[in-house]
């Protein structure tokens, strides 16, 4: 099985939703563009990624979000080394299709009364179905590391959720630990590195906004 020496996560850079929450009133969410700065943003990232992976091959897989493709595009990796896959389990968070500001906000109070994996937003998702597709798919890139030719490194453009759902299947984190941890800033990175001893270790942890609590206990 030819492993990936790494596997990189990227969020996507600032999007107009996260400096205007009213625009999901009027736009769906996965139309969402890029703000000039969510550009800056993505810029500084493809710096660092092309340092990162010099003239090495790369395997990428791209939510199927505006925002997502217009980071990726903006890090300018170059064509010859990279192969793109959309793949929309990497999408965000469903919360219905279209969100009234003030409801959004009293989802969000019983979400953070229930517990953010469990609870499931009206027409949407909770993040224990997020945490299912984004398993689907980590099965997926299991199977596609028996590949000979595999690229040394994977790539992957998507949501904070999803970044921290994805490292809380690959490592067995809990769910009071999912829950402790806070999405990473747009355009951030968290890589998982292939270490001497065969086992990934994450570059960077995700900033902790509380100790690990079961919902039993905090009610």
Not at 96 to 114: C, H, I, P, S, T
Request: proline share 6%.
């Amino acid at each position: 099985m030819a492993r990936p020496r790494r596997i990189v996560l990227v969020r996507h850079g600032e999007s107009v939703g996260n400096v205007d929450d009213s625009v999901y009133e009027r736009e769906p969410d996965h139309a969402l563009a890029l703000t000039d700065r969510g550009r800056e943003q993505a810029e500084e990232t493809g710096k660092h990624l092309r340092e990162i992976f010099g003239d090495e091959r790369v395997s990428v897989y791209v939510s199927p979000y505006r925002r997502t493709h217009e980071t990726l595009d903006t890090f300018r990796l170059d064509p010859e080394l990279i192969r793109v896959r959309e793949e929309p389990r990497l999408r965000e968070q469903d919360w219905g299709n279209w969100q009234e500001r003030d409801d959004v906000k009293l989802q969000k109070a019983y979400r953070d009364a229930y517990g953010h994996f469990f609870f499931r937003f009206p027409q949407g998702e909770s993040g224990a179905d997020v945490y299912d597709r984004v398993g689907g798919f980590l099965e997926s890139l299991f199977r596609s590391f028996e590949e000979p030719d595999h690229p040394p490194n994977v790539l992957l453009v998507t949501h904070g959720l999803a970044m921290r759902l994805f490292c809380m299947r690959w490592f067995h984190w809990t769910v009071a630990e999912f829950e402790s941890l806070s999405n990473p800033g747009n355009a951030e990175v968290r890589m998982l590195v292939l270490g001497e001893d065969g086992k990934y270790a994450l570059d960077k942890p995700f900033e902790r906004w509380r100790d690990p609590v079961p919902h039993w206990i905090d009610g």
